[in-house]
């Protein structure tokens, strides 16, 4: 193919490490690698990664402080150039971001915020939506254009109504949040996505029970979304020579109630209750947090604590690249159990990246993962009992964890890799060769 430009418009989070942003960082790396011109803005807040971003100096968009005010003071939609850029520099909405609430789903005011966004150029947002469509048009110059989620739909009739330019969207589990909103924000969202989604060339999906999932509500023709796994960064993910010392469960998510971190403590607790564990297993738990997730976190300490297996567990926040690498090098088996389908769940391949089994519940994208990669099992959704059952095996029979992991290993090398998923990417672009 010949060099294309292509711009990335990405979510940021400003406080936490985002999977959507971390995939897009790595893609757009890798396609510079290949020769393209690949460029990635932010929206709302600053990204968070876990390695080196590819643009750290271009402006964000959609600020997380200015669309606020506009939404809520209609002053806020035509003061000047300069104030605008005070309120969207990255210094204040960092320290915006690092205050927030971890809760982001129902109430009024977000779900009056999402419509405002799915309104585009006709709603309160305007001013935003004009500003990042000139800059796209004018300044990039892209040939194609990458919207991360399907939150940030509304772009693409706003982009087509002044230049043709090919827009693709990836979806990436945007339902659990765009369901939690409440009525009548609800369904008049999903009808503006609808709508704006005519303007969308091509949807891709990380998996095919996503594609089948969004479709229906989306009203879209199963030709219109094509599955491409997500790819990660395989730099530093090496498998262990042998297993680890001794047998450790791991987590690996946002510490939250949808992640499912407490179906899996409750598992944890019931092995040891039944004695069915080897006396020396650990609970290894990592990931994201934000403020609003300590008292979760806090009672999940408490159960711990009051079943007698202190010193037996572990909780590592906010973890860096290499300290992620780490912890799920030392892992014997990886579980997260969550309550929703996801579409992909980037910590699945980490995990078999570096030889680590899973136990995954058996919806969403999981049973897909597992039976490509033959990296792990399934278990019935929202049972701590099943997935104790389901978790007991591996963790009995650590030689077989650890080559089950190393032959997971390689089915990940082979299908979840950056390069391949570039390549997939690529293929799939609207762009005359």
Not at 105 to 114: H, L
Not at 280 to 287: M, N, P, R, S, V
Request: net charge neutral; proline share 7%.
């Amino acid at each position: 193919m010949k060099q294309v430009k292509l711009l990335f418009i990405s979510p940021g989070t400003g406080s936490y490490h985002c999977g959507v942003c971390m995939k897009d960082n790595a893609l757009v790396q890798q396609l510079r690698k290949m020769g393209h011109d690949a460029v990635m803005l932010p929206m709302y807040l600053p990204h968070v990664l876990d390695e080196e971003p590819v643009d750290e100096d271009q402006p964000i968009f959609f600020g997380g402080i200015n669309t606020f005010l506009q939404l809520k003071y209609s002053f806020f939609r035509h003061v000047p150039k300069w104030l605008d850029q005070v309120l969207d520099s990255k210094p204040l909405l960092g320290k915006i971001a690092k205050a927030q609430k971890g809760n982001m789903t129902a109430g009024k005011e977000i779900s009056e915020m999402a419509l405002a966004t799915f309104q585009g150029e006709e709603g309160p947002l305007a001013k935003e939506f004009q500003h990042l469509v000139r800059w796209t048009i004018e300044r990039e110059k892209p040939d194609a254009v990458y919207l991360s989620t399907a939150m940030q739909v509304a772009l693409a009739p706003a982009i087509k109504r002044r230049k043709d330019i090919p827009v693709i969207c990836s979806l990436q589990g945007e339902d659990t949040f765009l369901n939690s909103l409440i009525e009548p924000y609800k369904t008049k969202v999903w009808e503006l996505m609808r709508e704006a989604s005519t303007s969308v060339e091509k949807y891709i999906s990380p998996s095919r029970a996503f594609a089948d999932h969004m479709a229906k509500p989306l009203r879209l023709n199963k030709d219109r979304i094509t599955v491409i796994p997500n790819g990660i960064n395989l730099n530093g993910y090496k498998p262990r020579t042998s297993p680890p010392e001794k047998p450790v469960i791991g987590f690996l998510a946002r510490m939250s109630r949808l992640k499912g971190l407490d179906i899996l403590v409750d598992a944890f607790i019931h092995l040891h209750r039944n004695n069915n564990l080897p006396i020396d297993t650990e609970l290894h738990i990592a990931g994201t947090t934000l403020p609003d997730d300590q008292f979760y976190i806090d009672e999940q300490i408490r159960k711990l604590e009051e079943a007698g297996l202190e010193g037996r567990y572990t909780f590592r926040q906010n973890i860096t690249r290499e300290e992620k690498i780490e912890h799920l090098r030392n892992l014997t088996v990886l579980s997260v159990p969550t309550r929703y389908d996801e579409a992909f769940g980037l910590y699945v391949a980490e995990a078999m990246a570096v030889g680590t089994p899973v136990v995954q519940p058996e919806h969403g994208a999981f049973p897909e993962i597992i039976a490509a990669t033959s990296g792990g099992a399934t278990f019935s959704p929202n049972t701590p009992e099943a997935l104790a059952d389901a978790l007991l095996p591996w963790i009995n029979n650590p030689a077989n964890a650890h080559e089950t992991g190393k032959k997971a290993h390689e089915a990940v090398k082979e299908q979840y890799n950056i390069n391949r998923y570039a390549e997939q990417i690529l293929q799939c672009l609207p762009i005359p060769a």
